[in-house]
């Protein structure tokens, strides 16, 4: 059986500035935390929103595999991801938020190995543009902290995107970031 869920109030240590009297869970969604990780990745401002819709779909079809972050039963971030079905032992990660107002605390670090860890996946796929220094910092830290390797190529490039309506630019390239072998 999977461990799902972790509570913890937040330590005062360097990894984690102290907010010693937050409670921090960090689960896996349900179909009434749909709202809120659409809510979180429209007020990033820079993801891709995708419809409520979606996100309600993926709560209750890949919840498995998606972990919400809660700061005082305050949804602060989330995680989406599945398995390939061509290749279970990948995760793939596709979105990664944390509201703006809780960043640089490592919590999309500890959500990260959550997820990572109730996947039990061997092999972490997911994308990005190469102007996020914060993803490439984040799946890079993964690496680090699973003693292995991230590695780069070209996945979606900027051709395979239609031209935005108003400006007709392209959305820019989706780098292909692998992390391997994961720690199990
Ligand atoms: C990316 C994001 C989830 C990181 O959340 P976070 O909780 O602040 O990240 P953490 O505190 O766990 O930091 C993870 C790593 O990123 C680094 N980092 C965080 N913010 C950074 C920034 N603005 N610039 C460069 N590095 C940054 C941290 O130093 C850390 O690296 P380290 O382990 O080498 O010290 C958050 O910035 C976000 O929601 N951004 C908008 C949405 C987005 O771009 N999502 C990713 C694409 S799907």
Redesign the pocket.
């Known amino acids: 059986m999977l461990s799902l869920t972790s509570v913890e109030a937040m330590s005062n240590s360097a990894d984690s500035p102290a907010h010693n009297s937050e409670t921090i869970e960090i689960r896996t969604p349900s179909l009434t935390d749909g709202a809120d990780l659409w809510r979180i990745a429209e007020g990033?401002?820079?993801?891709d929103v995708n419809t409520p819709y979606a996100y309600l779909l993926w709560a209750r079809d890949f919840a498995e595999t998606s972990v919400i972050a809660t700061v005082d039963g305050e949804a602060a971030?989330f995680i989406s991801g599945y398995l390939k079905p061509t290749d279970p032992s990948t995760l793939f990660?596709?979105?990664?938020?944390?509201?703006?107002r809780?960043?640089?605390?490592?919590?999309?670090?500890?959500?990260?190995a959550q997820v990572v860890a109730n996947s039990g996946a061997g092999r972490l796929e997911?994308t990005?543009?190469s102007d996020?220094?914060?993803?490439?910092?984040?799946f890079?830290?993964l690496a680090?902290d699973h003693g292995t390797e991230i590695t780069k190529q070209d996945l979606f490039t900027e051709d395979l995107f239609p031209p935005q309506e108003e400006s007709g630019e392209h959305h820019a390239a989706e780098d292909l970031y692998t992390v391997e072998p994961l720690k199990r």
Do not use: E, K, M
């Open positions: 990033t401002g820079v993801l971030g990660i596709w979105q990664v938020a944390v509201d703006s809780f960043r640089g605390r490592r919590l999309a670090s500890r959500v990260l997911t990005i543009t996020n220094a914060a993803s490439i910092a984040l890079t830290g680090r």
